[in-house]
């Protein structure tokens, strides 16, 4: 039997675009409208079917599973939970207090993405706003070391640049797009103004641009741009009525970090003293903002916490998985609808595989296969409800299209909670 | 089976002044004696101790996108209080803005148990429900903002206001809130041009309408749903000096449709506009005195860290240009807007003595009890913890002078609160703490020990010290269950979120469904709460 379920959201990016029309014949997904190439591959590739846990590469029933899960955690000294960002808020929640029970550490792949934008905002605060904030006001767009039409396809005609809104009847006639970046983008292609930059120049590029927003001309050189460049786009700044910066990995991973981010902030804290300026950082996946906002609540700290001591630490460094991790500071990994393997660099990622692992997630990825414990779980958004973040924080409750024939993540996690309370 | 036996119970809605009483319990209720079997009740003995209904918070900021975004900002208040992990509890952190769990504990230890949050935009209220439902052992509910919501300001431009009604309705339905919040009528919107509104009838960019339509309205629209709770009004110009007049006239402007001003000392300074704002408690609490229609709560400083949150965007973006330091912003699509900035409240600074004096002069002038009561704005004025100080302040003059003498001279010049020589009784504190802000609430079975209310109750070992009596309640009981005892947190439970849900004509949500294909980036379909998808919920009946 064929059906169309319409307002379904997509969970791919930190997008949640939530216009999608689903089309399913007996309980397969066989048409996707108006989702991007990623969104529509994530829908149509999904396989639903019923899968049984694997522990040491052999099949097992879901009670020995969590039993094997539970005795993994149980037994380490340091256990870590990593990932969190594609899961559901409602399973975050369950994570944290699992991990803070075991006092383990708990991180999520803002860790290596996002994390230099909490530490600044934790230095200076920030001004930000909602998607439709920018569709209805924004008349100066600027992307600095992001490149959304490739990473948040439809973020342009839904959200920014091509979107029409209260006060851009015209959609991009309206507005100005700037993009910085090191190199020539698909999104630098269509922007009015690019500013290329030299690597490792960010910071010296927004002290520049706060000096000469306040009237002061740097007297020293940045290599690869000329001032010039810099007072046009200082006055665009000054000049527009609401400008919107958003930024990406480009910002947050090269040299500086959390200092870019910081004098970023700062700039545009500023500006509001002339116009009205806000600020959004590109979040990846569907619910990374969500893992932030449900690690703050459940401990006061976004990411890298430590509950080894009995109460909420934070350390940038100390209990980032990548670095505990690299330091084998770690005896047991708890994995999460996230794929370590490719995001870590060498050291943490063979630490990884030299200790026992749990891995829970729908999809098999390049780390299922090194993991003790499988854990296949159903799809947040696919064949399970849940809630998400999109990337301005707004929450939505995610749709589910199929029927579900596996357990979802907070169903496993509460049975590892007790599992655990048991040993 | 519970019984609370021989204590001196204060129940001010039941006119009960410190009678000598036994209180039963059964199945989360007060029930009366005969249907206890006592060969299995359990009691707690009483006798000696002071016997109240669980606090009642009437406006907290402890839940949601705000409260989570001061969390986020300052790492350094995790630092002020850490509470470790118990075979019972979860670990936390934060004193300003604790994280969930620790809240709920907090507020249990302190002997409340129904704890109000103060403002969502209906956009994130989502975010709102899911902190609520990990904060254990009080009740609670949250006040929906629409002081700058789009939809009502277009009914408003083209004399739609029966539309404006069902919209209200389904919005509060929507957003599974308990009441109507105003904040910055107008004035939120005007921000995201950079601009304000200082006057009722200054105009809002865009829409041609006025702060007084806005107030009106939706104070005509809050009486014809009969909601429990009057419109929960945060006016205009918060903080600035010579606010006292447009407070009153907002107050003049609501009498008619009833109205609660919330944390009225940040709405009630004299002097002249852009100097040092003086205190004008006579003035304003002359104003409360007069109007049959208007309730306060009092947003008293404590000395020491707060954060500051508030929808206000434009206040919070001016108290950051005044003291720097960290700020944050966040303007949301159609609905709303807010800002937070740290602030800690310095004894030795005048402007914040004069603040602190005018808290206290509006509780010790405000003739009637049941129009006033106990808030920090939390944590704006500062934590909640600081209510049993704030509690001893009121009850026990000499400490109150001794308090006084410490300020700086000039907040302490032409000070009114030496001459104030009342002292604030055991029963007139169980109004402004529990009974003033249940009935203001609309809430009919808290804040009181009558048979049929929710049994949530708060025993207390005398003491003349009266901020130790209010910090360490003996126990505490909620639905029935004992949460506290000697003191001590023995028990973790999920607690209530209470909302409401007016009736509204459907035909209405096509036009709001026009509304959000031409403003939102969410569609209609997935904007709603549903119940089922909240922890532990109520609907309140608006009757």
Partial sequence: ?423 | MLGITGGKVFDPINGIDGRLMDIWIKDGKVVPEEMIDKSEAQIIDASGKVVMPGGVDIHSHIAGAKVNSGRKMCPEDSLRLLRPRSQITRSGSGLTVPSTHLTGYLYSEMGYTTVMEAAAAPLVARHTHEELEDIPNIDKGVFITMGNNHFIMKCIRDGELGKAKDYVAWLVGAAKGFAIKIVNPGGVENWKYGKNVQNLDDEVIGFGVTPRQILTTLGQINKDLKLPHPLHIHGLRLGQAGNVDITIETMELMNEFNGHFCHVQFMSYGGERGSLPQSASKKIAQAINEKSGVSVDVGQIVFGPATTMTSDGPAQFSLHQRIGGKWINDDLESESGGGLAPLTFKRNNPLHGTMWLTGLEIFLLVDDPWKVFLTTDHPNAGPFLGYPQVIRLLMDRDYRTREFERLHTKAKKNALLPELKREYTLYEIAIITRGGPARRLGLKNKGHLGIGADADLTVYLPDDDKEEMFSHPAWVVKDGEIVVKDGHLVREQPGRTMYVSPNYDPQIEEDIKAHFKESYTISFENYSIRSEHMGPNEKISCD
């Fill in chain 1, 1 to 423: 039997m064929s059906r169309i379920i319409e307002d379904v959201i997509c969970k791919f990016c930190g997008c949640l675009c939530d216009d999608i029309a689903v089309e399913t014949e007996d309980d397969h997904i066989v048409k996707i409208k108006r989702a991007c190439p990623n969104g529509r591959s994530m829908f149509l590739d999904y396989d639903s079917s019923f899968s049984k846990p694997l522990v040491n590469g052999r099949e097992v029933e879901w009670d020995e599973a969590i039993t094997a899960a539970a005795d993994i955690l149980d037994k380490a000294d340091s256990p870590l939970i990593y990932g969190l960002s594609s899961t559901s808020s409602e399973s975050q929640r369950k994570a944290v207090e699992l991990a803070d029970h075991l006092g383990a550490v708990i991180d999520s792949t803002s860790s290596v993405c996002h994390f230099p934008t909490s530490q600044a905002l934790q230095a200076v605060g920030e001004a930000t706003c909602t998607l439709g904030e920018v569709k209805n006001r924004a008349d100066l767009l600027i992307y600095w070391g992001c490149n959304p039409l490739v990473s948040h396809i439809r973020h342009f005609s839904r959200y920014s640049a091509n979107a029409k809104g209260m006060l851009l009847p015209n959609g991009r006639k309206d507005r100005t797009v700037v993009v910085v970046d090191v190199r020539p983008t698909a999104t630098s292609k269509v922007a009015d103004i690019f500013l290329q930059i030299k690597p490792e120049t960010d910071y010296e590029i927004l002290s520049s641009l706060r000096a000469l927003v306040h009237g002061k001309k740097p007297e020293y050189c940045i290599d690869g741009v000329n001032i010039e460049q810099l007072e046009q786009l200082a006055a665009m700044l000054k000049n527009c009525r609401y400008g919107v910066i958003f930024f990406g990995m480009g910002l947050t991973m090269s040299t500086g970090r959390s200092y870019n981010v910081t004098e970023l902030f700062t700039l545009v804290a500023e500006l509001n003293k002339f116009n009205r300026f806000s600020a959004m950082p590109m979040r990846g996946h569907g619910n990374v903002a969500g893992a932030d906002q449900v690690l703050t609540w459940l401990s006061g700290y976004p990411t890298a916490v430590s509950f080894a001591c009995g109460i909420p630490q934070i350390g940038p460094g100390e209990f980032t998985s990548v670095d505990m991790l690299a330091g084998k500071e770690i005896d047991a990994a708890f994995i999460i609808a996230s794929n370590p393997a490719v995001h870590f660099p060498h050291a943490a990622a063979s630490h990884l595989k030299k200790i026992p692992t749990i891995h829970m997630a729908p999809v098999s990825n390049g780390f299922t296969g090194d993991a003790d414990v499988i854990l296949p779980t159903a799809c947040y958004g696919i064949d399970a409800p849940g809630t998400s973040y999109r990337m301005d924080n707004v929450p939505l409750r995610l749709r589910s299209v199929l029927k579900k024939k596996r357990p979802t993540d907070e169903e496993v996690l509460i049975q590892i909670i007790k599992a655990v309370k048991k040993c």
